[in-house]
């Protein structure tokens, strides 16, 4: 088994999205991170990032949000397929996409893996397809609604295990958006890695158990900042998405871990 992680660009965020507290006009630049988990039944990708064409137009393809409060910076070199080629991975042989949630900048190349099934979490579809041509809501329809992609719905309330043997497990982190989910990566020694998406936005957060600035429920983003801390104490490695800290210093692929079914490698 492996897990990769891939840098797939940079937004400029408003810092009171981030932290909380209201748009303060104020923009700090996060990567837009994706993940690439090979285990045996299948490789499997974790969000998408951003749609392509957010690299030549971003306003025709977000709307405002791509001038005010989230501002791409993103250049074809470095989209999934891109950093897929990167890696030596073809892109045909993806089984399943997850997303941590349908937000434009995690489920934007969706539809680029025809040959995958998109495992959608029900009550985040729908709460998604409900304010996809608002324009104001963070969801755009293209990214994952409509033809051209094989969707499967989920349904479940606390987690939901990929394969069955324990190694993918979806974790319900609901409060960022009502359909939020993060998702655990355990190896066969027992090393454990769970990616956040974004109920957690930053190192700060996990370390004061705050939920992240944007919230749809509040009072469940912080039950879910609260189980995402209690991994972490557990000895989950927690890899938080959109804090630089953790990726700047690495390059745009890395090998985060490997290992044999017989051990650490
Ligand atoms: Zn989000």
Redesign the pocket.
């Known amino acids: 088994m492996k897990l990769l992680s891939a840098c797939c660009g940079h937004i400029g965020v408003d810092t009171g999205l981030l932290e909380g507290g209201g748009i303060r006009g104020e923009l700090r630049r996060v990567p837009s991170m994706c993940f690439v988990i090979e285990h045996p039944e299948g490789l499997v990708v974790w969000d998408t990032s951003m749609h392509p064409c957010v690299c030549t137009d971003p306003i025709g393809y977000w709307g405002k949000l791509a001038t005010t409060v989230t501002v791409p910076d993103y250049e074809e070199s470095e989209t999934l397929l891109a950093r897929l080629e990167q890696a030596g991975i073809e892109a045909s042989r993806i089984r399943f996409i997850i997303n941590s ?1 349908l ?1 434009n ?2 489920c934007g190349m969706n539809r680029f893996f025809p040959k995958a099934t998109v495992l959608a979490r029900r009550s985040e579809y729908e709460h998604a397809t409900g304010l996809m041509d608002t324009g104001k809501h ?1 969801y755009v329809r293209d990214d994952f609604f409509g033809d051209g992609q094989s969707l499967e719905l989920i349904e479940y309330d606390d987690s939901f295990d990929v394969f069955g043997d324990g190694a993918l497990v979806l974790i319900s982190t609901v409060g ?2 009502p359909g939020h989910q993060s998702l655990q990566v355990t190896f066969p020694s027992g090393r454990r890695f769970v990616m956040t998406g ?1 109920a957690l936005y930053t190192a700060g957060q996990l370390a004061a158990r705050k939920p992240p600035g ?1 919230t749809f429920d509040k009072k469940e983003a912080q039950a879910s900042a609260d189980r995402l801390a209690d991994l972490g104490e557990e000895g989950a490695t927690i890899l938080i998405h959109h804090e630089p800290s953790l990726w700047e210093t690495r390059p745009a692929v890395t090998l985060l871990w490997e290992e044999g079914a017989a051990g650490a490698a």
């Open positions: 949630h937000h900048d995690h963070g960022h958006t974004d944007l």
